[in-house]
């Protein structure tokens, strides 16, 4: 027999029995390995107990490594890889004999003779490859982890490009069982041999078995099937700048997050900086989150929404276009500063989150047109010093004021500046500096004017109020005040958009686009000193003194490792998805993470929901520096089957003519579905998304324009969980079986960028797709919106 197909019929049947059998055996062999391993861990454990502190201080911190890694393995075997073996690849004879750390041959290329005359050829080296490695006793590799160099070759080998690879083989296991393998026969004009039999090729490739997989409401990985122009990626050096663009369903996302776990593996100190993956909304955090479990193993790695990327902030409400526009437009940083420092000279009325107004002399301050806006403002500070009335009016303050803020320190640290310049006028006023010709006694004699200023409670009460210190959610809220915005915005935002902005900031909770300009604002500000977190109070404590003498609870390294996450401003490495949305703003608020970071950034302009991409550029470029880019391009559409793809490309001629679209790696025979609105959109809706469900297994998704969401996810009410509801914005990144696209003029007409957040809409799905029209879509008779004509 030789190396070709066997997928149908009894005979195959046994084919692959066998082979299944084959893998079972390997399987239970690394199990056994790993159970040995775990032995010896828990003998280590029990030994270092027993022999307490025999040994030097280093060889028991390693020893516990030691059992602290064995248990890890451990656990991660039994309760999250539940496929832990799931490659093998099947290998001529290499150009030399040197084999790697990992114990396989280094060798890419075949060596000469290894394929004989007549086209037949041995088998020299077989190699399984799983989430983790696993070597024998005799160090030969039993697992080669899928991130380790000699692992390459599954991913990058290519019947145009086979290197050493005859066979590629899928391992479908669960636990310690193995269901199924998947061939792909990399050289198939081939007859190989191994231990003497023909070598048999199983399926009909693991890519098409994947992808042919119902979805369910969370990302899977894709290590099994990592196709070469994504591996490329994902091994792709760390320094400077990866830069990858595709299309929808190339694999951006996948590849990003296989990336993260690529540089942890291959560089686990340079990446204990942490890795920051920044994902546009939190559903899309949700769905890819548990994608690779191994991730989030030590703390390095955090996904966060752009809403959420400020402490604190967590943000999930959408501006309208109008407001976004605003609000993400890098105009805002001019606004911003103005703003920060409009407040403080309003005497940072609503803008110091928290402290209380300080009263000083109780006065009105006034506008630059004379309307009183901010109660409580000191307009004069009155002290008394060596026996003197000092004081100084409006007009100096002001002066003080201007001189401080002209520095270019954050606002909030600025205070001690302008304490130290109310002093010195303070101090000429007095006409002690000339008493003494002596400089140290002069010196004295001013310190002890400041000491005596400092501590009288007016100076103190007036500086809280004429400089508080500000919090960035209290400058937003002073913002909210259309009069004083309009001051601060003039000739750089026009009235509407003042009026618009106003009134959006003030809503109570927070949108998307807030969180960049909050984060802007504490770079603009300084970050406050934050109060000490104090230990829970216990009377007994005051009785005996305990509370400085008890230690800490020491915290455990898991503990540790979230907590540092947590508290982690910079990253080593920064991922940004979906990297065609950020606004300019957001850009800043992204970069701020990463001032000395390695990139990657994925995205695909074509999807942009942003209206001014040539600004948003310029801000990206401001982010990333000088850095030099490797650019990287995804070609083929994993996700949406061919019908889908070709409809989707009739929006995306209209949104960016000339480009081009990625090509669909499979077709279904299923072409899209086109329904006219009969009686009432939301009955033709629920009927079309119950009509799916029973034609998927998984997942239904309905996507509508951002306004109808509420309505929408009541429209489908009762109809299960495996349907949801999802405004266009919200569809970014995700998948589902089937979607229903609901009226695509609207999604259009939504904003500016609306054709390219229809196209997003309309590649969302891996099987069927349903275009729902209304009158406003002009459907022809076959129900084609007038969008989706030829
Ligand atoms: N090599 C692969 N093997 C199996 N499935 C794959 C492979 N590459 C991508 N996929 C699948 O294709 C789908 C699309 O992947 P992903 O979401 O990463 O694409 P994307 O480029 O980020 O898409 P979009 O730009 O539309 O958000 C996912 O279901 C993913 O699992």
Do not use: C
Request: aromatic share 4%; charged share 30%; hydrophobic share 40%.
């Amino acid at each position: 027999m030789d190396a070709s197909r066997a997928s149908h019929g009894t005979s195959a049947d046994s084919v692959r029995d066998r082979e299944i059998g084959v893998e079972q055996e390997h399987l239970d062999a690394v199990y056994r390995r790993l159970e040995e391993k775990i032995h010896e861990a828990e003998f280590l454990m029990d030994d270092a107990a027993k022999r307490g502190q025999v040994g030097t201080p280093g060889a028991l911190a390693e020893r516990d490594a030691q059992v602290f890694r064995a248990g890890i393995h451990l656990n991660r075997l039994n309760n999250e890889f539940e496929d832990f073996l799931f490659g093998r690849i099947d290998l001529l004879l290499g150009k030399d004999g040197k084999k790697g750390p990992d114990g396989a041959y280094t060798a890419v290329e075949p060596a000469e003779g290894a394929v004989r005359e007549d086209n037949t050829a041995d088998i020299a080296e077989t190699l399984h490859i799983g989430r983790i490695g696993v070597l024998d006793a005799d160090y030969s590799p039993l697992v080669i982890d899928w991130r380790a160099p000699a692992a390459a070759p599954f991913y990058r080998s290519t019947p145009v490009d086979p290197g050493r690879v005859v066979r590629r083989r899928v391992i479908r296991s669960k636990g310690r069982k193995v269901l199924g393998v998947e061939d792909d026969l990399m050289r198939p004009e081939l007859t190989a041999f191994l231990d003497g039999r023909p070598l048999p090729a199983i399926g009909d490739g693991a890519l098409m078995a994947a992808l042919g997989q119902a979805r369910s409401h969370t990302m899977r990985d894709i290590v099994a099937s990592i196709q070469a122009e994504q591996d490329l990626v994902i091994r792709a050096p760390a320094a400077s700048v990866t830069y990858v663009e595709g299309g929808p369903g190339t694999g951006k996302t996948a590849v990003a997050l296989h990336r993260a776990a690529y540089l942890l593996y291959q560089d686990r100190r340079r990446y204990a900086g942490g890795i920051l993956i920044v994902s546009p909304t939190p559903l899309l955090v949700a769905y890819t989150e548990g994608v690779l479990p191994s991730l989030g193993e030590e703390g390095q790695v955090a996904i966060r929404a752009v809403g959420s990327l400020v402490d604190g902030a967590e943000a999930t409400e959408y501006d309208s276009p109008a407001v976004a526009r605003v609000k993400g437009s890098s105009r805002m940083l001019k606004v911003l500063r103005k703003a920060a420092r409009g407040a403080l000279e309003s005497g940072g009325s609503g803008a110091q989150g928290g402290r209380p107004g300080g009263s000083g002399e109780g006065q009105l301050a006034f506008g630059d047109d004379e309307t009183p806006v901010v109660p409580g403002t000191p307009e004069r500070l009155r002290v008394v010093a060596f026996g003197r009335r000092l004081e100084l009016e409006a007009g100096q303050l002001n002066r003080i004021r201007h001189t401080a803020l002209s520095g270019t320190a954050p606002v909030n640290h600025l205070r001690p500046r302008a304490r130290r310049l109310l002093l010195d006028a303070l101090w000429d006023q007095s006409g002690a500096a000339g008493r003494h010709s002596d400089p140290e006694l002069a010196a004295e004699l001013r310190s002890s004017f400041d000491e005596d200023i400092t501590s009288e409670d007016a100076f103190i009460a007036f500086l809280d109020a004429w400089w508080p210190e500000l919090t960035p959610r209290g400058v937003l809220t002073a913002m909210s005040d259309e009069r004083r915005l309009a001051r601060w915005a003039r000739r750089i935002l026009n009235p509407g958009e003042v009026r618009r902005l106003a009134r959006s900031l003030r809503r109570d909770a927070l949108s998307v686009h807030d969180v960049a300009l909050l984060d802007e604002l504490t770079a603009i500000l300084g970050t406050p000193a934050r109060p000490k977190k104090k230990r829970e109070y216990d009377p007994l404590d005051q009785l005996t003194g305990l509370e400085e003498l008890m230690p800490q609870r020491e915290e455990s390294q898991r503990e540790r490792a979230e907590r540092l996450a947590q508290e982690r401003t910079e990253y080593a490495h920064v991922i940004v998805d979906e990297a065609q949305d950020l606004t300019p703003m957001q850009w800043r608020m992204v970069g701020r993470r990463g001032r000395h970071a390695t990139w990657t950034v994925v995205g695909d302009p074509a999807q942009s929901s942003w209206s001014d991409p040539d600004e948003a550029a310029e801000a990206r470029d401001e982010a990333l520096g000088t850095r030099p880019r490797r650019r990287f391009t995804l070609t083929v559409n994993y996700r949406n089957p061919s019908e889908i793809a070709e409809l989707a490309a009739k929006v995306l001629a209209l949104a960016m003519p000339g480009s081009k679209s990625p090509s669909a790696v499979r077709s279904t025979g299923v072409e899209p579905r086109f329904a006219v609105v009969r009686d009432r959109l939301g009955e033709t809706v629920r009927e079309e998304a119950a009509r799916l469900l029973e034609r998927v297994d998984g997942t239904v998704g309905v996507v509508v324009a951002m306004n109808r969401r509420a309505e929408a996810a009541r429209w489908l009410s009762g109809l299960g969980e495996r349907v949801v509801a999802l405004g266009s914005l919200e569809a970014k990144g995700l998948e589902y079986d089937a979607t229903v696209v609901v009226s695509p003029a609207e999604i259009a007409d939504e904003s500016p960028a609306g054709l390219r957040v229809l196209y997003v809409a309309l590649t969302r799905a891996t099987q069927q797709l349903t275009v729902v029209s209304g009158e406003r879509d002009e459907p022809d008779a076959n129900g084609v919106p007038d969008l989706l004509r030829d």
